[in-house]
């Protein structure tokens, strides 16, 4: 049997919660209600904002990661890449480099609060 070793990225926002409750303790999605105020302000967005260059850039994405659902995106380069937005679980990495780029890949470490912020 072969040991593995696994990995988590996150922001510095979440270490506080991480280390009263450990890791996957809570879902801060769910506890601190960014899931449903990207679900309002997705709404919001779409009624408000529908020709703003954010928003018509990123929409499909938005809406799906507000919906949790999958969904297919053509990347810049015309590949097209499934997304799966799932935020209901602790993600870990087989890798350090993977851990930290999933961790920095936002300037706040949570898809969902950058999303939430650039919305806003």
């Known amino acids: 049997m072969q040991n593995f070793e696994y990995y988590h990225g996150t922001s510095i926002v979440f270490l506080n919660s991480i280390k009263r409750t450990g890791l996957g303790g809570i879902n801060p999605n769910i506890e601190y209600k960014t899931l449903d105020l990207l679900k309002f302000l997705a709404i919001e967005a779409k009624k408000n ?12 994405s938005i809406n799906a990661m507000a919906t949790q659902q999958p969904v297919i ?3 810049p380069s015309g590949r097209k890449q499934k997304f799966h937005y799932r935020h209901d679980n602790i993600f870990i990495a087989l890798s350090l480099q ?5 961790a920095t890949i936002n300037k706040y470490g949570s898809e969902i609060l950058q999303t ?3 919305l806003y």
């Not at 904002?49 to 499909?60: A, E, G, K, S, V």
């Not at 993977?98 to 999933?102: L, N």
Request: glycine letters at 0%.
């Open 98 to 102: 993977r851990a930290v780029a999933y």
């Open 116 to 118: 939430c912020i650039n």
């Open 73 to 75: 995106l053509e990347t």
């Open 49 to 60: 904002i529908p020709d703003n260059l954010y928003y018509r850039n990123n929409h499909t």
